[in-house]
């Protein structure tokens, strides 16, 4: 059973563009976290966000936490070709990580 | 740095054979992780460790098993690899915070 969904699945955009990615699941966790997979390489951590509510900037990025933290959303603003990749959101509960469908995001220029 | 290494980038093996998955990390993390990453499904857990010696199921164990036998390596194997367990295999590490992974080995079972 996927605990996460992620959502779209896919993406594509033109450089410049606001796109928004979403986790949802009907649990709620600890805290979320947010990677990004590029080709090759494993995930890389973004952001940690633990309290309900909660929003974080990494300049163009802008993550939030739901309320009852059971959801997040990842927001790009201007997206550029390097914020091409896999995003995957993770629900941390206990010292697990419950991870996300993915969102495969691509950017051209 | 962390620095999470696995053995192999790629690997290709039979139906039948014992495969080993080796990770290493350099940071002295009590936690270690095992994935295997499928298209749309994301990262599914297979088992872990918090120390040495000590292991726990994840949520897809069945065809596999693991060894920590010192803190820094953490060993996946199938006992019997079988064409459906072909798949991108990452390795994790954490102390109490973030996971850091390795580049993965993607295996192919023939």
């Known amino acids: 059973t996927q605990l996460l969904e992620q959502s779209p699945q896919f993406l594509s955009i033109q450089e410049g563009e606001n796109l928004t990615v979403y986790c949802n699941s009907s649990s709620v966790f600890s805290s979320l976290q947010w990677y990004r997979q590029e080709p090759g390489e494993g995930p890389v951590l973004l952001v940690t966000v633990v309290t309900g509510g909660e929003v974080k900037k990494l300049k163009r990025l802008t993550f939030q936490f739901g309320d009852a933290r059971k959801d997040s959303s990842l927001h790009i603003t201007a997206a550029q070709p390097g914020d091409t990749g896999l995003y995957l959101c993770a629900g941390a509960r206990a010292d697990k990580l419950i991870f996300g469908t993915g969102t495969r995001l691509q950017v051209f220029p | 740095d962390v620095k999470v290494t696995q053995s192999s980038r790629y690997l290709v093996k039979r139906t039948g054979e014992k495969v080993f998955l080796e990770c290493v990390q350099d940071m002295d993390h009590e936690n270690m992780f095992w994935y295997r990453q499928d298209p749309g499904l994301g990262l599914r857990l297979i088992y872990f460790?918090?120390?040495?010696?000590?292991?726990e199921k994840g949520d897809i164990p069945e065809g596999y098993s693991v060894s920590r036998e010192k803190k820094e390596r953490f060993s996946l194997i199938l006992e019997s690899a079988s064409t459906n367990q072909t798949s991108m295999y990452l390795c994790a590490s954490s102390a109490r915070g973030p996971q850091h992974f390795g580049d993965g080995t993607r295996l192919s079972i023939l």
């Open positions: 460790s918090y120390d040495v010696k000590m292991k």
